[in-house]
């Protein structure tokens, strides 16, 4: 069983903000897998596919950002999920907009969903895609990545969620250093 879970906002005003680029990845997944995220349990929304016949949960947390340890550690309990088997995708300031970086362990980079997800785990060791959302240093940075794409970036932006949602796909079947090797 693996967890593939997409990081954000939840609630109207933060549809379609940077920061919600985690959440982006996921509604592209399922529009993929043609998959309804129905279930809502765990402090998650969040569908089950079967793969092969594995479970694999998508999941979208219905906490803030800052809180999303709390979802993804209940989910990671209440099936039975290690570390190994999480995958969580999120926005990265620090790369550029059209990037995708996956990696199998560090730090959070101060993402802080990413550091509650460390906290609640008690571990770096954590598969994560980064997605890169660029930065505007002339713009506060809670402003900036609480804003939404322009026309120019959504249309990068959507170029790299077809490719991040295939790497979601290519690691229902393929070790993490594999998904790595093929997607950086």
Known sequence: MKLIVGLGN????????????????????????GLTLDKNKC????????????????AKPLTFMNLSGNAVSSLMHFYGIGPEDLIVVHDDLDLPLGKLRLRSQGSSGGQKGMASIINALGTSKINRMRIGISNDKNIDTKDYVLGRFSKEDEAVLNE??????DAMIYAFDHDYDLVMSKYN
């Open 10 to 33: 939840p609630g109207n005003e933060y549809v379609k903000t940077r920061h919600n680029a985690g959440f982006l990845l996921i509604d592209r997944l399922c529009e993929k897998l």
């Open 160 to 165: 790299v969620l077809d490719k991040g949602a």
């Open 43 to 58: 402090k998650a929304l969040y569908g089950i596919y079967r793969h092969n016949g594995e479970k694999i949960i998508i």
